[in-house]
């Protein structure tokens, strides 16, 4: 008897410590740990140790298959994202007020896990609610991440932890400085300046002649004016047929258009800007007088032909069109 009543408070002690280690207080221990190495690399046991409820804290586990013989593509591009939210989080996280642990169970660790889950793919991001203490749910089954869209970003996954987490802190992904990205960047906007300068005497009087943009300029109002975006936003035909066994290429109304009728356009609205070009600045500076005059009856007459053939395309857009000129009436 006196045996038994000295061993009564050693085994009072040893139940004490039991108490402690219960699964709904095991966060401290495991939170420790992550804060040497997170994501948690997980097996049979200590998964079954992280999840078991009652637990008072949130744990979010990546079940994966890394190994090569398994063919996952999609857990081998995931894998550094899942890694890089852990480090941010717990990094973050310093006093451990979200109370979440990230934890990683590979099927070469986990096969018994896999096999009660009834998992036949990977990877599976689970996340397991607190079952007891401030942030406790009602269900303890874990929260599934669809991972159908393919191989998400560690923010997206963050974001998606943010919205099951509410009410705690949410440390932001901290991504390292990529290194090589800034050196390739510099040196490419370097090397780009240096051709810049070297080719600036070459290029600076192409880009500052009037007759260029002046060209371009042209050449842009045509395409606009003769519905080339009209062509493009409505997908039009480029020909049809007129029902008689011919081709029309000039569709009736103004609420259809054909892509051959805006070439049609842009060639006639071409040749009169050409005309009107020519006669306002080539002809004035010629110097043998009967050769100017000539020059202004042959721009004259084509102008006057083209503007004619104008006229009775647009009789053919709206058959109500008042005006006309020979020889198209």
Not at 86 to 98: M, N
Not at 134 to 151: C, I, K, L, M, Q
Not at 157 to 184: E, G, Y
Request: hydrophobic share 45%; net charge positive; with cysteine.
């Amino acid at each position: 008897m006196h045996f038994l009543s000295s061993l009564a408070p050693l085994l009072l002690l040893f139940s004490g410590s039991l108490a402690k280690k219960a699964p709904a207080d095991n966060y401290e221990d495991f939170y420790r740990l992550s804060q040497r190495s997170t994501p948690l690399k997980l097996n049979d046991a200590t998964y079954t140790s992280l999840t078991a409820a009652p637990r008072n804290h949130s744990v979010a586990v990546l079940l994966t298959a890394l190994e090569t013989r398994f063919g996952c593509q999609l857990c081998q591009e995931f894998q550094p994202e899942w890694d890089l939210l852990g480090r941010s989080w717990i990094r973050g996280d310093k006093a451990g007020e979200s109370r979440l642990l990230f934890g990683t169970l590979d099927f070469a660790d986990g096969r018994d896990v896999f096999i009660s889950l009834g998992l036949q793919t990977a990877p599976v991001l689970l996340l397991f609610q607190p079952t007891v203490g401030p942030h406790a749910v009602g269900s303890p089954e874990p929260v599934r991440y669809d991972f159908t869209t393919g191989p998400p970003s560690a923010e997206q996954v963050h974001t998606w932890l943010s919205r099951q987490l509410p009410n705690r802190p949410h440390p932001p992904v901290k991504r390292p400085i990529n290194w090589f990205r800034w050196a390739s960047t510099i040196t490419i906007i370097l090397g780009v300046g240096t051709a810049v300068v070297s080719a600036s005497s070459y290029v600076l009087p192409i880009i500052q002649n009037r007759n260029i943009w002046a060209s371009i300029s042209l050449i842009s109002i045509l395409l606009f004016t003769s519905g080339h975006m009209f062509n493009h936003i409505r997908k039009v035909p480029y020909i049809v047929g007129d029902g008689k066994g011919g081709v029309s290429y000039i569709a009736g109304g103004f609420q259809s258009q054909l892509g051959l009728e805006t070439q049609i356009v842009a060639a006639i609205y071409g040749v009169l800007s050409f005309c009107a070009i020519t006669l306002a600045v080539k002809v004035p500076r010629m110097a043998d007088s009967k050769t100017q005059q000539v020059a202004v009856i042959i721009w004259s007459l084509i102008l006057f032909l083209v503007y004619s053939f104008l006229l009775s395309v647009f009789r053919v857009k709206n058959g109500g069109y008042p005006f006309s000129l020979p020889p198209f009436m």
